[in-house]
Nanobody
Framework: VQLQASGGGAVQPGGSLRLSCAAS????????VGWFRQASGKDREFVAA????????WYADSVKDRFTISRDNAKNMVYLQSNSLKAEDTAVYYC???????????????????WGQGTLVTVSS
């Protein structure tokens, strides 16, 4: 069971990136998925989450209206479209999967069962 995040890179403020989370070894459609990020010297923080069906999504206030989480269960993929990027979005971004319902605990790292390695997003002029 593996998750792999990709799509990070260096962009200027105001730019966009689409991060991808790919699963191997299991069917991602059975899992809720969250994106978290960790900036240098800071704790890991919740960014966005999506239910197994894609019917519900949640966002941190800091990224609401700029980031969009989505999934394509046919491709076993989850995406994070990140627009209007700011310097404070600079961090390593991780995807994580939780079997079953996310419910109200979607922002807590400890409820997730599997984590991928991170992908670095650097926003700088």
């Amino acid at each position: 069971v593996q998750l792999q995040a990709s799509g990070g890179g260096a962009v200027q403020p105001g730019g966009s990136l689409r991060l991808s989370c790919a699963a191997s070894g299991y069917i991602l459609s059975n899992y809720g998925v969250g994106w978290f990020r960790q900036a240098s010297g800071k704790d890991r923080e919740f960014v966005a989450a999506i239910t197994w069906s894609g019917g519900r999504t949640w966002y941190a206030d800091s990224v609401k209206d700029r980031f969009t989480i989505s999934r394509d269960n046919a491709k076993n993929m989850v995406y994070l479209q990140s627009n209007s990027l700011k310097a404070e979005d600079t961090a390593v971004y991780y995807c994580a999967a939780k079997a079953g319902a996310l419910a109200g605990r979607y922002s807590l790292p400890e409820v997730y069962d599997y984590w991928g390695q991170g992908t670095l997003v650097t926003v700088s002029s």
